[in-house]
């Protein structure tokens, strides 16, 4: 399975932004995808995830401001940010778990998302 994510760039607090994240390969074998995040210095974060039947779950640090989604008929997974803060700056990767594994076994290159003004 292969992940290209895009819809990184640069705004201003208070913005928005819409990640996306497109699978291809075995992409039929994904079952959960999500995304991560990893600001300079920092811990990667487990940001939002979405199950093969669309439950989704959040970091606290972005309840509320985030949504996760998926087009399964693209094998495409998105990430709508809202209220963006300079400390939601960090590369964003998207991740798939594939059926019979226990964890997010493929990555994206991941996008670089700055907020500041």
């Known amino acids: 399975v292969q992940l290209q994510a895009s819809g990184g760039g640069l705004v201003q607090p208070g913005g928005s932004l819409r990640l996306s994240c497109a699978a291809s390969?075995?992409?039929?074998?994904?079952?959960?995808m999500g995304w991560y995040r990893q600001a300079p210095g920092a811990q990667r974060e487990l940001v939002a995830r979405?199950?093969?039947?669309?439950?989704?779950n959040y970091a606290d640090s972005v309840k509320g401001r985030a949504t996760i989604s998926r087009d399964n008929a693209k094998n495409t997974v998105y990430l709508q940010m809202n209220s963006l803060q300079p400390e939601d700056t960090a590369v964003y990767y998207c991740?798939?778990?594939?059926?019979?594994?226990?964890?997010?076994?493929?990555w994206g290159q991941g996008t670089l998302v700055t907020v500041s003004s």
């Open positions: 390969g075995s992409a039929f074998s994904i079952v959960h």
């Open positions: 979405i199950t093969s039947d669309g439950g989704a």
């Open positions: 991740v798939a778990q594939r059926r019979g594994s226990s964890s997010y076994g493929s």
